[in-house]
């Protein structure tokens, strides 16, 4: 069986540079977008829990089996929209299309990210025997100035991927009229999610802060460079005040207790 590639993580937490980082060591491996027709496949409810880990695999294994027929094959991705370090673009009515070329020493597996859409699917993409998952958090200090600083859902505490997964979710969101709160909620959901299938850097969790430090990814991408592709500025991006992170800190500790514990132990000193 080939093994596949998964990428996800929280809302600009770094998951485009971790892609950049494996696709860039793994010259017979196929970028793939973010696949529209995932996202097709979710608004349509084409799949339930514990049918997409195999819906994902299957179209990674067509878009290779297409490639080698072709020689490349037409990525249906969300249009770009201008948002930095985005690799594969926001989210759209629209999509665009780019045609990826089958790597010339042939292909062996495929590279595949997604944020939201995956997270609440870790446990069941973890699990799959074809697939090697990858996760990114970034502690709320740094990530909730980048999500405050586009017109993404994130600003204001709403996450239709991950809700499309969760009635709970939305429930909770829709409950209070406060963004903060809604990040609070949002920002822990995501984060119990994406540990579920381990907290730590050997079972594929990682750090942003570590990243820009120029940390190593675990095995078997250990040999991946990182340092390459941050830009000068990456270590020294917008950081809540202490006292705003303290009031975030609060408001999660008051909102989701397991959350708040769970953040304390993924960035408690290595």
């Not at 494996?22 to 349509?44: H, I, K, N, Q, T």
């Not at 948002?83 to 665009?96: E, F, K, L, M, Q």
Request: aromatic share 8%; net charge neutral; with cysteine.
């Amino acid at each position: 069986m080939r093994i596949h590639d998964i990428i996800t993580g929280l809302p600009r937490s770094g998951t485009t540079l971790v892609t950049r980082i494996v696709a860039a060591a793994r010259p017979d491996a196929m970028l793939l977008g973010e696949p529209v027709y995932l996202l097709e496949l979710r608004a349509s409810r084409a799949f339930e829990r514990g049918e997409f880990a195999a819906a994902l695999y299957g179209y990674c294994e067509e878009r290779l089996a297409e490639a080698e027929r072709q020689g490349s094959y037409l990525d249906r991705r969300l249009q770009n929209l201008g948002i930095p370090d985005n690799y594969h673009g926001a989210s759209a009515a629209t999509v665009d299309f780019r045609t990826v070329p089958m790597p010339p020493g042939g292909c062996s597996s495929v590279i595949c990210k997604h944020n939201a859409l995956f997270i609440p699917l870790v446990r069941e993409i973890s699990a799959h025997p074809g697939l090697r998952l990858l996760r990114v958090v970034r502690h709320p200090a740094g990530a909730l100035p980048s999500w405050g600083r586009w017109q993404i859902p994130v600003r204001e505490g709403r996450s239709p991927d991950a809700e499309s997964w969760s009635p709970e979710l939305v429930q909770r969101l829709d409950a209070t009229a406060d963004c903060t709160e809604r990040q609070a909620i949002l920002y822990g959901f995501l984060l119990r999610e994406i540990a579920a299938p381990g907290a730590t850097w050997e079972s594929g969790l990682l750090r942003y802060e570590d990243l820009v430090q120029g940390a190593p990814l675990p095995p078997p991408h250990a040999h991946c460079p990182t340092l390459p592709f941050l830009k000068p500025s990456a270590g020294n991006t917008p950081q809540l005040s202490p006292q705003q992170t303290a009031g975030f800190l609060q408001t999660l500790q008051r909102l989701d207790p397991t959350a708040a514990a769970l953040l304390e132990e993924i960035f408690k000193p290595r």
